[in-house]
């Protein structure tokens, strides 16, 4: 009787595990893992990476921002220097316009009493002494003379110093030494009619 193979035997040798068959195969598995996990990482680094840049993008735009408010603010300031010299400007403007109308008003003031007083004394030249006079104005601001006198004769009855002030309305200065009969005859020709030729080295103008 022939020896037969012992079956138990072979199958349960059969049933032993390959340890070194079963690494080998899990190895590719085993490698392709780490690749994945390599280049998730390599992955995650660039983005990484990418957000640093980003963010270094982002504090490069913030400097530029920083920098055009404060060229806008630097502007404003220019401006509000710009608008203050405007205003200046604009205020010496109304200053010098302001003195303009006034210095007009006083050159037509003067020539409102030249035209008057001019009216007056062809009137006053054709009036008898006993006649009322028209009566001139201050040669500066047209404003009617006081203490004039309302007659030619009345003239020889108002004092010294009547006279002289009624002479510096009309814009006529007399020396102090001058005798009151002359300043009478200055006043009688200011008034419209000369009666006598005044010697200049008496009056000042």
């Known amino acids: ?14 049933q032993v595990p390959n340890t070194e068959s079963d690494e080998s195969v899990n190895l590719p598995a085993v490698a392709s893992g780490v690749n994945d996990l390599t280049a998730a990482i390599q992955n ?9 840049n980003d963010i270094t993008d982002l504090r490069t735009d913030l400097k530029g921002v920083r920098t055009c408010l404060g060229g806008l603010r630097t502007d404003f300031e220019n401006l509000g220097g710009t608008v203050d010299g405007m205003n200046t400007t ?7 316009g302001q003195a303009t109308r006034q210095t007009v008003d006083r050159i037509s003031t003067r020539l409102q009493a030249s035209d008057h007083n001019f009216a007056a004394r062809n009137v006053n030249s054709h009036l008898d002494p006993s006649q009322r006079l028209r009566r001139l104005h201050n040669t500066i601001t047209n404003l009617v003379i006081p203490n004039f006198p309302n007659t030619r004769g009345s003239i020889d ?13 009309l814009g006529i200065s007399v020396r102090s030494s001058v005798a009151l009969s002359v300043k009478q005859d200055v006043l009688r020709t200011a008034i419209g009619k000369p009666e006598v030729e005044l010697p200049r080295r008496w009056i000042l103008y």
Do not use: F, H
Not at 44 to 52: I, K, T
């Open 1 to 14: 009787m022939s020896d037969q193979p012992n079956s138990p035997a072979i199958d349960q040798d059969s």
């Open 157 to 169: 009855d108002m004092t010294d110093l009547t006279i002289t002030a009624v002479l510096q309305e």
């Open 44 to 52: 995650l680094q660039e983005s990484m990476e990418a957000v640093r």
């Open 90 to 96: 604009l205020s010496d403007v109304q200053r010098d």
